[in-house]
């Protein structure tokens, strides 16, 4: 999902084995962009696997996580911004207040696969 705070702006779903980045929109809000596309959201389905690399220093002592970590993205309802990321310890954390710059690869991107379809007229 795309958080409502990132509603205004172009988005387009995360894809499995891409690779992400963290960064302040003008409305303020935090969210994935694919490097080099800054006004592009990317808008990701909960429970989306991720790997979370640039961590911040702040955020490794304050929730007891390492600069780079296997994450699940998630919905957090105890926040004005509810887009944020679970760690394997059970500690969550906004993408808000994982501010920019933290690289993000998607591991599981949870969307249904592409059908492909088959011509029935071909022999």
Known sequence: MCDYSLEAYRSQPAREGEQYVTSRFTSGSVGFIAPGDTVTAICMAYDTRL???NIPQAIQSALG??????????RLE????QDGVRFANGAKVTLQRLGPGVKASVEDAL???QKVRKNVFAM
Not at 65 to 74: C, D, G, I, Q, R
Not at 78 to 81: L, N
């Open 51 to 53: 790997t979370l690399e």
């Open 65 to 74: 996580v390492k600069a780079k970590e296997l994450v699940t993205f998630a």
């Open 78 to 81: 105890s926040d004005f911004f």
């Open 111 to 113: 969307l249904a696969p």
